[in-house]
């Protein structure tokens, strides 16, 4: 299986009243067929703006996309824009954080289920979508009305029938979380993009949204990007981890590799400030997400890291190195091509 979706040296900017901020900087991420990636850290990151650079939502003015290439299944997207629009109707779909900015107070959510669905295929429908809409409306509403039937029955919702024609405030906050993966589900994409879609729920709840979503992801084969600020969520769900700090990848591994032997000082704080899920134990990391308009010189992270080598690492910019199999970390304390072992003494050292 080969790649999916990959960026490549993705780096964005904004434009603000206080100055331009370096939000991204030179981001490679890489989603296999059939697989879930995590894209996990603090909030502020960048992890929601990679998101909106893939799925073409990005605001621009303020964002500006300065480099870098998004790829999905060979389509270069940001150089062809009819590309980016088939994928985003077609292939691509987004799952967001928070149903209620998503969900219109006024529809039921049938309608709105139906809406997504004869949208599909982006803006310009084309003179075949026109007509089948035309000639084939009834039968089409028909097939619709199913399909979300059958999709609300899969995300366990009790009474699918029903459910089309409540309104979302007459929903729970996990229901409706459950109706916006059921419209994201409706176009058969095979790309999924989730941002945080749990974060608002309790643990039991979110829970079983992600129980419901791996079932669906592995049913169906999809790949998925998810996007959380919780490492727990993403051992939960991830075949691989793409640890994110300061609008940088710092770190990627399969989600067991990163749980056993963190490499990355940023990650090993990730994980410390979990104990009880992780097993390790420490201070955490102190300190914020450094200020976009002036990051740090060298590896942004060192005003922070408490491995950090003066005259190296507050000079020296980093870069992404191939540890082992599989697993890459920016990091100066680590040689490009070391082996894993080599490289997992210097972790615990
Ligand atoms: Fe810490 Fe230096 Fe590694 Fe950055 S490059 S994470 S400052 S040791
Ligand atoms: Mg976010």
Not at 10 to 38: I, M
Not at 168 to 196: H, K, T, W, Y
Not at 288 to 308: E, K, L, M, N, W
């Amino acid at each position: 299986t080969g790649s999916l979706l990959d960026v490549h040296d993705l780096s964005v900017s904004f434009d603000t009243y206080e100055g331009r901020h370096d939000v991204l900087d030179g981001v490679d991420l890489t989603v296999n067929e059939g697989e879930t990636v995590a894209l996990v850290g603090e909030t502020g990151c960048g992890k929601s703006v990679t998101a909106r650079s893939i799925m073409g939502t990005l605001p621009r003015p303020p964002g500006d996309i300065t480099s870098g290439e998004i790829r999905y299944d060979g389509a270069d997207l940001l150089a062809d824009e009819a590309a980016h629009e088939r994928v985003k109707g077609d292939e691509m779909s987004m799952i967001f954080q928070d149903p209620m900015t998503y969900l219109s107070p006024v529809y039921p959510v049938g309608s709105m289920m139906a809406d997504v669905a004869t949208y599909s295929g982006g803006r310009d429908a084309s003179w075949w979508e026109i007509l089948k809409n035309l000639l084939g409306h009834r039968a089409d509403r028909e097939a619709i009305r199913e399909r979300s039937v059958e999709l609300l029955d899969r995300m366990r919702i009790p009474d699918p029938e029903g459910t089309l024609d409540r309104y979302p405030v007459e929903l729970s906050g996990g229901m409706r979380q459950r109706v916006i993966i059921a419209m994201a589900l409706i176009n058969e994409p095979d790309f999924l993009i989730a941002d945080e879609p749990t974060t608002a729920l309790d643990v039991t709840v979110q829970n079983q949204i992600l129980d419901l979503l791996r079932e669906r992801v592995e049913e169906r084969d999809l790949s998925m990007l998810y996007i959380t600020h919780n490492l727990g969520v993403a051992r939960e769900i991830a075949d691989r981890i793409c640890i994110m700090y300061a609008g940088e990848i710092v770190e990627v591994g399969r989600t067991e590799d990163i749980f056993d032997a963190p490499l990355h000082p940023y990650t090993r704080g990730l994980l410390e400030s979990i104990p009880k899920l992780t097993g390790f134990e420490g201070t955490g990391i102190d300190g914020q997400i450094p200020d976009y308009t002036d990051p740090p010189s060298g590896c942004r992270f060192h005003p922070r890291c408490p491995a950090a080598m003066e005259g190296t690492c507050d000079v020296e910019p980093v870069e992404e190195y191939a540890v082992g199999d599989d697993r890459t970390v920016a990091c100066h304390l680590y040689e490009d091509g070391m082996d894993f072992e080599d490289a997992a003494a210097i972790a615990a050292d």
